[in-house]
């Protein structure tokens, strides 16, 4: 029945601030981008490589919502990466502050968190 996992859409509080963090910081590629007057909202449509994988919104006053990864509902976002050093190296020199490595006790896969401008929690897991 199900196939695979289409997007994630996610709605941020500030457009440009969450454009700009997850295409020139996390590198996610804009395949389409549409502003929808009738909402006075931003559709962006991103791709890791080929893959669409995020639709990232902004509407005039969202609500607030709790995201830490404890709490109830979606736990976080997370993405594989082949060097996790390699990768928490270039997060910070843009300026993106990440929890310290851990190491999974059941898979023995290292990752780590950090938030988007919206305090998202988003892992990255060592492959």
């Given amino acids: 029945m199900i196939l695979k996992?289409?997007?994630?859409?996610?709605?941020?509080?500030?457009?440009?601030?969450?454009k700009d963090f997850y295409t020139e910081i996390l590198g996610l590629k804009i395949i389409h981008e549409v502003y929808r007057n009738e909402r006075d909202s931003y559709k962006l449509d991103l791709a890791i490589g080929d893959q669409y994988i995020i639709e990232?919104?902004?509407f005039p006053n969202p609500p607030k919502r709790t995201s830490r990864p404890e709490a109830c509902g979606l736990r976080h976002l997370a993405f594989e990466v082949n060097?996790?050093?390699h990768a928490v190296a270039e997060l910070k020199d843009k300026g993106v502050n990440c929890e310290a490595i851990r190491t999974d006790e059941f898979t023995g896969k290292r990752y780590t968190f950090f938030v988007d401008p919206d305090d998202l929690p988003i892992e990255l897991y060592e492959i």
């Fill in 83 to 85: 060097d996790i050093e």
């Fill in 5 to 18: 996992v289409h997007h994630i859409a996610i709605i941020c509080s500030d457009y440009q601030k969450s």
């Fill in 56 to 58: 990232l919104f902004s």
